[in-house]
């Protein structure tokens, strides 16, 4: 990793006593640059003499005094004063790094039984239940987190609240602030550069993000840091940027399904097939193949393919039913059957959803599937829902919900009423939200302008997502806006440039399948243009 210095440590029974070490070490000659040994008596008194330990350690590596003063937190208040309850801590972080959610989830939930007052514990139990999907429990362990926070270690502190801001109020403008100062703070953080890139992106501050990214996998570099960074650059339309993160990465010989993934996006939107096949060939035969086989589906959507896209889909899904690595959700294919015109095919999606198991992420899009298919009573009552379950969350107030109810207002042929609904999305059209993203706010208010006949106002729109092909990513949403395009300058009278933009679209579609609905209604409009003189 090109570390500087190691610290190791060591905790030996002698007898009628234990003896604490700490060791800086130099990673290129291996010798020792500072050590502290201190003796304990009794077990009750390890965590705190261990925590004074680091203290020394830090003040002989140079430390100044004021700022060990300021962030040397005494151990047994920033973690637990109880062993045991330290040691499950630990063996939860050993699990959950391992991908043992569950096993990391019961070692966490021993830790807080032990400990009831064990922030981290709560913080890390929080995140465990997140990763299982639990979701409730999520909530509570962070709250209680969030509760405790005053005990914590200053980057713990900040740790805890851009959880409590994410995950369970939503407000992200909160996090901002919160993330602000934690990079001010610890400007060499590596989570914290990140996890503001994270909530920079679900701003819309895509150009900061990709920033932030980059001076993480700068300070840290390893596969994972790099692969955000890669997808920060990417949302930003940076595709240079990107391209020179994937080379960087490969110098330095980092790789997994992670990259192999991003690098996959990044070839699409280069046009770049051969590096796309290179990809999915690496894939055949690994244990996540499902994965890949989703992103395959959707590149094939996006080109018309939809019987291909389909029979992809289902393999993913067989796939995940051998290997347990992909869950079993079709709303994104229900989303893109329903901006096709395949309204049946994704009625038939949308009922097998509504009886899975509750997720805010899953109701969200369903709730605009619902409402792109007509089916306006069921999105209104799930809104509805979302609305009272989140009140404070900044992207479902400010651009799920406006989207799905603009898109229930163009059910109701009340294009004014949707332009309407919009306008509180406009600071974060650019987000890319967790649920659905892919500058669907402008997509539903192009088609609501184009319902107006304002063809100028709905052309502006459409421009929007082919302005941003890396935002918009695989989403037919894109290509679709070709056609989009077309129709508002019909509307303008602007006959060379909607022949232009028809022949775009049919272009990206020339051997899309001939029985979907948006593309024979795009060939007949196409052949009622005018000849060109």
């Known amino acids: 990793t090109n570390s500087k210095m190691v610290v190791g440590s060591s905790i030996e029974d002698a007898g009628n006593r234990f003896v604490i070490e700490l060791t800086a070490i130099d990673c290129q000659s291996g010798t020792a640059v500072a050590r502290v040994r201190d003796e304990v008596a009794s077990r009750n008194e390890i965590v705190r003499v261990l925590g004074a330990a680091a203290g020394q350690l830090r003040n002989k590596l140079g430390e100044p005094a004021t700022s060990v003063a300021r962030f040397n937190k005494p151990l047994e208040e920033a973690a637990s004063p109880s062993l045991e309850a330290l040691q499950s801590l630990v063996k939860g972080y050993t699990r959950h790094l391992a991908g043992d959610a569950r096993g990391a989830r019961s070692s966490y939930q021993r830790a807080t039984e032990l400990d009831p007052q064990f922030a981290l514990a709560y ?62 703070t610890f400007p060499r953080d590596v989570v914290a550069r990140n996890n503001f890139a994270r909530c920079l992106k679900l701003l819309g501050q895509l150009d900061r993000a990709a920033a932030e990214a980059r001076e993480a996998a700068r300070l840290l570099p390893s596969p994972w840091s790099y692969n955000i960074s890669i997808i920060q650059s990417t949302l930003a339309d940076q595709l240079n940027e990107a391209k020179a993160a994937v080379e960087e990465a ?40 499902g994965r890949f086989l989703v992103v395959q589906s959707y590149v094939e959507a996006y080109r018309g393919h939809f019987r291909i896209a389909r029979a992809l889909m289902q393999q993913a899904i067989d796939s995940a039913g051998k290997a347990g690595t992909l869950p079993n959700d079709r709303l994104n294919e229900a989303r893109t059957d329903a901006e ?22 899953r109701q969200l899009m369903l709730a605009l599937v619902l409402a792109r298919t007509g089916d306006v009573e069921q999105a209104q009552e799930l809104a509805d829902s979302l609305d009272a379950a989140f ?52 997509y539903i208010r192009g088609l609501a302008y184009l319902q107006m006949h304002e063809g100028r106002l709905a052309a502006a729109e459409f421009k929007k997502l082919l302005a941003h092909p890396g935002l918009v990513g695989t989403a037919v949403t894109g290509v679709l806006s070709h056609l989009q395009l077309a129709r508002a300058h019909r509307i303008m009278g602007d006959e060379a440039s909607a022949r232009k933009s028809y022949e775009d679209f049919l272009t990206l579609w020339k051997d899309a399948d001939p029985e979907t609905p948006i593309y024979q209604q795009a060939k007949a409009e196409y052949v009622e243009l005018p000849k060109t003189r």
């Open 250 to 289: 490969n110098a330095q010989k980092f790789d997994s399904s992670d990259l192999r993934l991003t690098r996959a996006m990044l070839a699409f939107l280069q046009g770049d097939d051969a590096s796309l096949a290179e990809q999915w060939r690496w894939a055949v035969g690994k244990p996540d193949v």
């Open 391 to 442: 009140p404070l969350d900044t992207s479902i107030q400010y651009y799920c919900l406006p989207t799905i109810r603009a898109a229930m207002r163009l059910q109701a042929s009340d294009p004014a009423g949707a332009v309407e609904a919009l306008r509180r999305t406009e600071k974060y059209e650019l987000a890319d939200p967790d649920s659905f993203s892919v500058l669907y706010p402008a």
């Open 340 to 361: 096709v015109g395949n309204v049946l095919a994704a009625r038939r999606l949308t009922a097998q959803a509504l009886n899975k198991s509750p997720n805010r992420n």
């Open 123 to 184: 913080a890390a139990l929080g995140a465990a239940h997140s990763n299982l999907g639990e979701l409730t429990q999520a909530t509570a362990a962070l709250k209680k987190a969030y509760e405790l926070r005053g005990r914590l270690s200053e980057p713990n502190r900040f740790r805890v609240e851009d959880l409590y801001y994410d995950e369970v109020t939503g407000e992200k403008e909160k996090a901002y602030s919160v993330l602000s100062k934690w990079v001010q």
